[in-house]
């Protein structure tokens, strides 16, 4: 490569480390944070490739830590107004024999500093096999960015940010990019917000409730956790067994066929006073008008997905979120028994669990429903963990990554951020991701909607990269403002 043509916009200052060092822009030079920048290898024929984390403007003849003296050293000329533009940057890394290296040796004192152009970080792009599912490009050097379906099918996709940040519309684009392929790869959503709509809209599949799956065959545990009984307590033991006996007799499981069993095994009156209140709820009384269609097949997940690129199961029915789990681990325990028993080999997936928290949530954090006893947790960690082998990957979303088990989000190899303010959130970031936690705090709080932090092993980058989303639409949520209903209500 030749880089006599490169603009020079400024000097490296000591000291630096392997992966970043600070340099003094030149005067009437400017280069921008996120902005990509060249400097030559200390040791090698060759030129790392850059990019600018954060800037400050100092005076060197009052500022602390003696940078004058750096700088000096450095052999940086300081203009007539003294004050000294000191920009950070990270190393990302070089090309030796064809193959990219991460950082290795630190940056040399007085480097010169080369504003990078697109044509220099094209060799820095990794050749990827198999389908390749675009989703939008680099803003900071216009190349277009790709995500590997086989490495997010095999080893998952974590896509964080708040709300309107832009994750879900970025989950949108990857969906329709893929399902426009050919042949379409297929996606299962487990939609809590009905966010989902213009994928139906387009006709990419089918919409059901979540309790479509529910009406088929249950175990009589299964039945005795929809009550709401503790799976702790000698109640829900008994309960369990009278509808075991009930359904063995094939008789209509009502809360008079259940109490009068109970009557038979001669449970203690004050607990069995609180099952018969529990029974005459409507909670309960809902679930056991649905067990009564047990006969009834429930919808088959697999025939959904050989016939439809996109099934949504809609969790936005109710805000039960016991039954929701529930189901939730109905659904997830089926692919996976039948993704272990094929093989693999029979049909591929990918899961995208919205609001990932509700499932599988860390301890410590806010917890909703019973995740540990519905079995939520353990259907989505034993998921993540296993199926990625077996031809079945999943997108874990969520507006706050750290209330998501680390369990869970580690199991990603690749990671899109879009905007997070919270500490804790960047903490869990980092914590998953390997990146350093300073620098996630840097950038993650000033990302500009719909541009997301991607790293990870399914990016066409060997490095961490902006992502800027192609959007093809808007996730259905309120199209109006706060304002905007506030006159309306008033006229």
Not at 195 to 222: K, M, N, T
Not at 421 to 438: F, I, K, N, P, R
Request: with cysteine; charged share 25%; proline share 5%.
């Amino acid at each position: 490569m030749n880089y006599s043509d490169l603009e020079v916009v400024g000097r490296v200052v000591s000291p630096s480390q392997v992966d970043e060092f600070t340099f003094a822009l030149n005067e009437n030079k400017e280069i921008r944070a996120k902005e990509y920048c060249l400097v030559k290898h200390p040791l090698e024929d060759t030129f790392c490739l850059c990019r600018v984390i954060t800037g400050s403007v100092q005076n060197p003849t009052v500022s602390p830590k003696g940078i004058g003296a750096v700088i000096a050293k450095s052999g940086f000329e300081i203009g007539k107004e003294q004050e000294v533009a000191l920009m950070k940057a990270e190393v990302l890394g070089y090309i030796k024999d064809g193959k990219f290296r991460p950082p290795d040796f630190p940056i040399a004192p007085n480097s010169r500093v080369y504003k990078c152009i697109e044509e220099w970080i094209k060799p820095f792009l990794q050749a990827q096999e198999g389908i390749q599912i675009y989703v939008g490009k680099d803003p900071f050097s216009n190349l277009p960015i790709s995500l590997s379906l086989d490495w997010i099918t095999k080893g998952h996709l974590g896509v964080y940010g708040q709300t309107r940040s832009g994750k879900t519309s970025f989950v949108l684009r990857l969906i329709k990019s893929a399902v426009d392929n050919d042949p379409p790869a297929r996606f299962v959503i487990y939609d809590r917000y009905g966010e989902y709509s213009p994928l139906i809209d387009a006709g990419y599949g089918v919409r059901l409730g979540y309790d479509s799956f529910l009406s088929g065959a249950v175990s009589p545990e299964e039945v005795a956790l929809r009550l709401g009984l503790d799976p702790k307590s000698s109640a829900f033991r008994d309960v369990r067994t009278a509808i075991e006996v009930i359904m063995e007799r094939g008789d209509e499981v009502t809360p008079e066929a259940i109490l009068e069993e109970l009557e038979a095994i001669k449970m203690r009156s004050d607990v069995k006073g609180r099952v018969e209140y529990v029974l005459r709820s409507p909670k309960a009384k809902r679930e056991l008008e649905l067990l009564s269609k047990r006969r009834t097949e429930s919808e088959d997940i697999f025939q959904l997905i050989k016939d439809n690129p996109v099934v949504i199961i809609d969790f936005s029915i109710d805000a039960d979120i016991g039954r929701q789990q529930i189901a939730f681990s109905h659904i997830l325990g089926k692919l996976f028994t039948r993704a272990v028993s094929t093989r693999g080999e029979e049909f591929t997936c990918i899961n995208v669990i919205e609001e990932a928290q509700f499932f599988a949530p860390e301890r410590g954090m806010p917890t909703y429903g019973n995740p540990w006893e519905n079995g939520s947790l353990t259907a989505l960690s034993m998921g993540v963990s296993q199926l990625g082998g077996y031809n079945v990957g999943f997108i874990i979303m969520t507006q706050r990554p750290a209330y998501v088990a680390k369990a869970v989000l580690a199991q990603c190899n690749t990671h899109i951020c879009f905007r997070l303010m919270s500490s804790a959130d960047h903490d869990q970031v980092s914590g998953v991701t390997g990146y350093s936690l300073w620098r996630l705090r840097e950038i993650l709080p000033n990302l500009e909607t719909h541009v997301g932090f991607l790293l990870g092993a399914a990016s066409p980058f060997w490095f961490p990269v902006f992502c800027e989303t192609d959007l093809w639409e808007y996730p259905r949520k309120a199209t109006k403002t706060a304002s905007q209903l506030l006159r309306e209500m008033s006229s």
